[in-house]
């Protein structure tokens, strides 16, 4: 059984363009789940049409009168699910017709594997953010593993582009935090289990606008990037707790970078340089070396 999440806000502009798109996949979903998050607009009533248009007898509408936000959103739709593969969907979006046909043939054949994430091809309208992270880099059909490794927190493929199994949905819903975003989750709990793979073919248009939300070191204000870091460093402590009596190199790395996550914290809210020079010892942690300076400036200016 294969399931599709999509979740929705005020999405009128683009959402019968995605829902089109999932309608015709070469290989349909068992059951198709949306939840809106309480839009004000015209999406509830676009989706109950189109539904009853074309007769879609196994899509399910789930309409939030109260805005819980899009974190939760997520979490309550995926929840719901009863699928073998589960595969998440934005609202704005267009796939290509293969991609569920695409990421569950991969996942069928190879048991190793609970959560897969396609490429995927950007383009952006006027006012759009571009993107840190790049889906279509590769496109020759290519399945690689994601180690387990200092470059775990890194999110390398939005949630758009994942389909996963039913036993880490079951650690989703045990682990899972208010303050996660539900893909960030989904991607720890699978890099811990050794069991995250990237599919290197591009399956899907992903569209950015200026109402998109996409994370970007550097550009959110202080108190946000904050927020972030102690997120991650209540993540750390969650794979050291899973990692106890497991795998000592792995906590050793987890505990490093923990204290890292401190060192940024502490640099930014105390305001000391004694923290900067801690933060060179550990620059190899950084994705790029030219953050530490980011952390650096906010410390500094805000």
């Known amino acids: 059984m294969v399931s599709v ?3 929705t806000y005020n999405g009128a502009k683009y959402i019968e363009e995605q829902l089109d798109s999932i309608r015709l996949q070469t290989r349909l979903p068992d059951e198709v789940i949306i939840r809106d998050d309480g839009s004000s607009d015209t999406t509830k009533d676009i989706i109950y049409s189109f539904i009853q248009k074309w007769n879609l007898i196994n899509w399910r509408f789930i309409y939030g009168s109260k805005n819980v936000g899009w974190k ?25 017709k293969d991609k569920v046909e695409s990421m569950v ?39 690689e593993k994601i180690l387990f490794d200092k470059d775990c927190l890194n999110i390398r493929r939005p949630g758009c582009t994942f389909c996963f199994t039913k036993s880490l949905q079951c650690r989703f819903k045990e682990y899972w935090f208010e303050a996660s975003p539900h893909d960030a989750m989904l991607w720890y709990l699978a890099v811990q289990n050794d069991s995250l793979y990237v599919f290197n073919k591009v399956l899907m248009e992903y569209r950015r606008h200026k109402e998109s939300a996409t994370d970007h070191v550097g550009h959110y204000t202080v ?15 969650m794979l050291i707790e899973m990692n106890q009596e497991k795998n000592v190199d792995r906590i050793c ?7 890292w ?23 190899n942690y950084y994705s790029k070396p030219r953050y530490l300076l980011i952390d650096i400036k906010l410390a500094l200016v805000g």
């Open 223 to 237: 108190e946000k990037q904050l927020e972030i870091y102690k997120r991650h460093t209540k993540v750390l402590d």
């Open 105 to 143: 043939s991969v996942m069928e054949g190879r048991s190793e594997i609970e959560l897969l994430a396609s490429g995927f091809h950007s383009f952006y309208e006027e006012g759009a953010n571009h993107l840190s992270i790049h889906g279509d880099l590769k496109d020759d059909g290519s399945v």
């Open 261 to 283: 996550y401190r060192y940024r914290i502490l640099l930014i809210e105390k305001k000391k340089f004694l923290y900067a020079i801690k933060l060179f010892s550990k620059v």
């Open 5 to 7: 999440v999509l979740t």
């Open 72 to 96: 939760r959103n997520f979490y309550d739709a995926i929840i719901l699910a009863q699928g073998d593969y589960i595969l998440l969907c934005d609202q704005d979006d267009i796939w290509h």
């Open 253 to 259: 790395l987890l505990q490093d970078m923990k204290e």
